[in-house]
C-alpha cells in the first residue's frame, strides 16, 4: 500500500515556523550583542588640536582594525563597534567617540592621540546624543547603489566644513547629532566585490537570483566576450577600476544617522529645514558611481542614544576617514 503523500499546507507551516523561529533567534542574539558591548561603555570627547593633517583620520580609522576580534568570538560575541559622533547645541560643536566598555580603558585615548598629536581627550560616562523626551526630527543616510560602488574622497577642502556649518548657528532649547557607527568587516562578506567586477567584466549578473532569471529567460545569458562588452559598454571599465580600488582597502560596516531636537511645540518646520541642511551636506561625498540618500529614521525614544547597530553598509578606509575625521581648519564652526 502507497503512503499518503504529506500535506503541502502542513509542509508550509514547518518551513513558516522554523523561517520565524531563526529570525526571531538572530534578533534576540543582536540584542543580547548590542547590550552586552553597551555594559560600561564610556564617551571620549576630542579637543581638536591646532593643527589636523588630512591623513591623520585614515591613519587612525586603519588602527581600529585591530581591534578585530577572532573569527570564534566573532561568530558567538559579535564585533564590537565605536561610534563617531558631532553633536551640537546652541554653544558649540563638538566631537566625541563612543566606545563599548569590551575595549580596555586607555587604548582608544592613546590611539587618538598618536594619530592627532596635540589633541586632548576626556574620558567620561556614556549620555544620549540629543536629549529625550523633546520634538526630535529622526534621519539616516544610506547608499543609493551597492556598497561595492565607491564614494569620493578628493576634495579640495576640507569636506566637513559645510556638516558643522549645518549644525551650529541652534537656538537655546535645540541640539543636534550625526552619528557614524563603524564596525571593521572582515572575511566572506568582502568578497562580494571581486564577484560585482567579474559579472561586469564578464557581462554576467551580480547576484544568484538575477543569474537564475537570466537562466530561464530567452536570451537573458550574455554571450559576448569582454572585449566587445568594453566596446558596447565603455563605462564597464571604470566602474571595474573603481570597485577593484574600493576592495583593495581596509573596509567598515558603516551606519549614518542624525537627529535634531528642539523644546519648542512649534518648531517642526525649522527642524525640518535643519535635517535638509545637514543631508545635503553629505552631497560633497558624491562620485560618479556612489552617493548617499536620505530615509527616515526611525522615531523611536533611544534610537540613537542606544548606539546600537546592524550590519551597515561597506565603506573603505579612505571614505570612512573623509566623513568621520576631526577638522582641518582652525577657525571651524564649533
Keep these: 500500500m502507497i503512503p499518503p503523500l504529506p500535506d503541502p499546507a502542513l509542509g508550509g ?25 553597551a555594559r560600561n561603555a564610556r564617551l571620549v570627547e576630542i579637543a581638536v588640536p591646532p593643527q589636523v593633517e588630512p591623513g591623520s583620520a585614515a591613519a587612525w580609522w586603519s588602527q581600529v582594525m585591530g581591534l578585530t576580534a577572532p573569527r570564534w568570538k566573532r561568530a558567538l560575541f559579535g564585533q564590537p563597534h565605536l561610534s563617531w559622533e558631532y553633536v551640537a547645541d546652541s554653544a558649540s560643536v563638538r566631537v566625541q567617540l563612543w566606545v563599548p566598555g569590551l575595549v ?24 544620549p546624543p540629543t536629549p529625550r523626551g523633546v520634538r526630535t526630527s529622526r534621519w539616516r543616510m544610506t547608499l543609493a547603489r551597492p556598497d561595492h560602488y565607491p564614494l569620493t574622497t578628493t576634495h579640495s577642502g576640507d569636506p566637513l566644513r559645510a556638516l558643522l556649518g549645518a549644525l551650529s ?27 560585482a567586477a567579474s559579472a561586469l567584466r564578464n557581462g554576467t549578473s551580480g547576484s544568484l537570483r538575477s543569474e537564475l532569471f537570466d537562466l530561464i529567460t530567452p536570451g537573458g545569458m550574455s554571450l559576448a566576450r569582454p572585449g566587445e562588452l568594453a566596446r558596447m559598454f565603455p563605462e564597464r571599465a571604470e566602474e571595474i577600476r573603481a570597485i577593484l580600488a574600493k576592495a583593495g582597502q581596509s573596509r567598515f560596516g558603516v551606519q549614518i544617522s542624525y537627529a535634531i531636537t528642539s523644546d519648542r ?70
Design 13 to 37: 507551516a514547518v518551513i513558516g515556523s522554523v523561517v520565524a523561529f531563526a529570525i526571531a533567534a538572530r534578533a534576540v542574539l543582536w540584542r543580547w550583542r548590542n547590550a552586552r558591548f
Design 104 to 127: 580596555p580603558p586607555g587604548l582608544v585615548e592613546k590611539a587618538i592621540r598618536s594619530a592627532w598629536p596635540g589633541a586632548t581627550v576626556t574620558t567620561r560616562p556614556v549620555e
Design 169 to 195: 548657528g541652534l537656538r537655546p532649547g535645540e541640539h543636534a547629532a550625526v552619528q557614524v557607527l563603524v564596525r571593521p568587516v572582515t572575511g566572506r562578506r568582502l568578497s562580494a566585490a571581486h564577484r
Design 265 to 334: 511645540p512649534d518648531a517642526r518646520g525649522r527642524l525640518r529645514g535643519r535635517a535638509h541642511e545637514i543631508a545635503a551636506t553629505f552631497a560633497l561625498f558624491a562620485s560618479g558611481h556612489q552617493y548617499l540618500r536620505r530615509l527616515r529614521g526611525l522615531d523611536l525614544p533611544g534610537r540613537m542614544s542606544s548606539r546600537r547597530m546592524n550590519t551597515g553598509y561597506l565603506l573603505a578606509v579612505n571614505e570612512l576617514a573623509a566623513i568621520a575625521h576631526l577638522p582641518y581648519d582652525q577657525a571651524a564652526p564649533g
